[in-house]
């Protein structure tokens, strides 16, 4: 089992910039690819970003390419997401996820452990 709490969510205006730390707890964290995913009311959850568990080979949706920036601190048992150049299209409800197989994935059905999510909010 592994527990994980997001934190760093907030009102930002666009333009600017949040970091959200994801603390994981439980099981060898430095196993697992961990991922984020967002969400807003009525629509599926979507995949932001994933990193292997070395933290050197990262993947990113395209609507955040470039803005977004996924880590890891595996001492720390805790992934980031920096988020630079926020848009209002950003506003969501973001989690932190970890996958127990190998390989990464879009599809939220493949993570196996969820935090409880942290609210973005970019207003124009």
């Known amino acids: 089992q592994v527990q994980l709490v997001e934190s760093g969510g907030g009102l930002v205006q666009a333009g600017g910039s949040l970091r959200l730390s994801c603390a994981a707890s439980g099981r060898s964290f430095s196993r697992n690819t961990l991922g984020w995913f967002r969400q807003v009311p009525g629509k599926e959850r979507e995949f932001v970003a994933a990193i292997y568990r070395s933290g050197t080979t990262t993947y990113y949706a395209d609507s955040v390419k470039g803005r977004f920036t996924i880590s890891r601190d595996n001492a720390k048992n805790t992934m980031y997401l920096q988020m630079n150049s926020l848009k209002p299209e950003d506003t969501a409800v973001y989690y932190c996820?970890?996958?127990?197989?190998?390989?990464?994935?879009?599809?939220?059905?493949?993570?196996?452990?969820w935090g409880q999510g942290t609210q973005v909010t970019v207003f124009s």
């Open positions: 996820a970890a996958k127990e197989t190998a390989g990464w994935s879009i599809d939220s059905s493949r993570y196996d452990y």
